[in-house]
């Protein structure tokens, strides 16, 4: 069930005030949470929109529909895919901790600040076109100083995951939701210079995806 923004506010609270929680490098060590579910409980706390919070979830059901089938025939672990859907539910936190002028920045910056794994921090701080809009906007911010590097299969997971969902948390195509980004942005915003600057390694990620986290393909390379 869904906890309401006041319980979830009540249980991160509680954490927060508990030193295991503070622990560097494992989120909690005394409330056991899987790392998904802790990631709920932290999204339903933020002031977020409600588009935002739907198309966040909806990200996160798009992992977890790459991960489920990958993790069952073998090609990744649990914990990473546990990582990777903490990744996907908290991807866009960031726009409800303004700061930086990214909102990727923002949330791997709000994450690393709640102690949250250097590898979730990572794949937040890098998702989608952030290194491109983080450019395109000028802001003095090293991505790969601060936060380290995402692993690329990751990475091209939460993209894949971010470009198939709507924003209102439908799943959709990725050419319906490059159109929608079009659609939302003046020609001259640094979302849509990002976006044309991406265009080869967003079709990379899906690429990826789909020789390395596919069941077919793995069975039909075995
Ligand atoms: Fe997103």
Redesign the pocket.
């Known amino acids: 069930m869904t906890p309401t923004p006041s319980q979830a506010a009540a249980t991160m609270t509680a954490m927060l005030d508990c030193p295991g929680c503070r622990l560097d490098g494992a989120w909690c060590t005394v409330h056991p949470m899987s790392m998904p579910v802790l990631a709920c409980l932290i999204l339903a706390a933020q002031p977020l929109h409600t588009d935002r919070l739907a ?2 979830r909806g ?1 996160g059901e798009a992992m977890r529909s790459l991960v489920v089938p990958a993790e069952n025939a073998g090609l990744l672990t649990s914990s990473t895919a546990d990582l990777w859907m903490a990744a996907a539910l908290l ?2 936190v960031g726009y409800a901790r303004p700061g930086s002028g990214h909102h990727a920045v923002d949330g791997a910056r709000y994450l690393r600040a709640l102690g949250a794994p250097a590898p979730l921090v990572a794949m937040v701080a890098w ?2 076109t952030a290194p491109y809009e983080v450019a395109a906007r000028g802001l003095e911010v090293d991505l790969a100083a601060e936060f380290g590097r995402p692993s690329p299969l990751g990475a091209a997971a939460l993209w894949v995951a ?1 470009f198939t ?1 709507s924003p209102h948390g439908r799943q959709i195509s990725v050419e319906e939701r490059l159109a929608e980004i079009r659609c939302r942005y003046p020609a001259d915003s640094p979302v849509l210079a990002a976006l044309d600057a991406s265009q080869g390694d967003l079709a990379a990620s899906f690429a990826l995806v789909a020789a390395q986290l596919s069941p077919a393909s793995s069975t039909a390379a075995a």
């Open positions: 198309h966040s990200v991807h866009d998702h989608s971010d969902t």
